[in-house]
């Protein structure tokens, strides 16, 4: 299935990369467990083979817990807009994505110790950028992408990988409570507020 996909993303960006004249921006959106993170991995293995190639994943560049915890706000507005700082990302990732090549530098996330620290990229011109991640369709990043995918999964499925994948064992009420407050309270503002499925340019099926 996997690489079904791969070779129609391929199929359908090919003439674009081939004809282009600055940094082409391919954008992978989806939501969590979706399989956006094992496409884009398959995507690389291909474009690295003719192209100079740089990928960044949204989730690296998230806020310290303090700004989206117990903020006071609803659980899904704290995941959807102070997650990620989208004016910062949109200035200092998107806009120098977009306008040269050189070095970019970006405040990292670092899981382990909630904390984030400056990191420096070097961007090649004419370069392949594939950005993995949710929510990239909002308004002030969309218009930075050349080409948005979308990999659609029904969040039942999805639920059942993230409990695969998390290991969880016990009780799930208390697991489905936080899913329905934050982040499918969150899927459901943005399928509303955005369309992403109408928006994107092509949709994979990664069911």
């Not at 992408?145 to 409990?163: A, G």
């Amino acid at each position: 299935m996997e690489n079904k996909n791969v070779e129609l993303i391929l199929s359908s960006v090919f003439k674009n990369i081939e004809e282009r004249k600055a940094n082409y921006i391919i954008g992978i959106d989806g939501y969590s467990c979706a399989g956006k993170t094992s496409i884009t991995e398959q995507l690389l293995r291909h474009f690295k083979e003719r192209y100079q190639v740089q990928v960044f994943h949204i989730d690296d560049y998230i806020t310290t817990r303090e700004h989206r915890y117990n903020t006071g706000h609803k659980q899904w507005y704290e995941l959807f807009y102070l997650q990620w700082d989208e004016n910062y990302i949109r200035d200092h990732l998107f806009k120098p994505l977009k306008s040269s090549d050189g070095e970019l530098k970006l405040n990292y996330y670092y899981k382990e110790k909630d904390i984030i620290a400056e990191e420096s990229y070097k961007i090649t011109s004419k370069s392949i950028i594939v950005v993995e991640g949710v929510y990239l369709q909002r308004k002030c990043w969309r218009d930075f992408f050349d080409y948005m995918i979308f990999v659609d999964c029904p969040r039942e499925v999805r639920f059942q990988r993230e409990i695969i994948r998390s290991n969880h064992k016990g009780d799930l009420s208390q697991v489905i409570e936080k899913y329905k407050e934050r982040y499918w309270a969150a899927e459901d503002y943005y399928d509303k507020t955005f369309e992403p499925l109408k928006s994107a340019d092509l949709i994979i099926n990664n069911c």
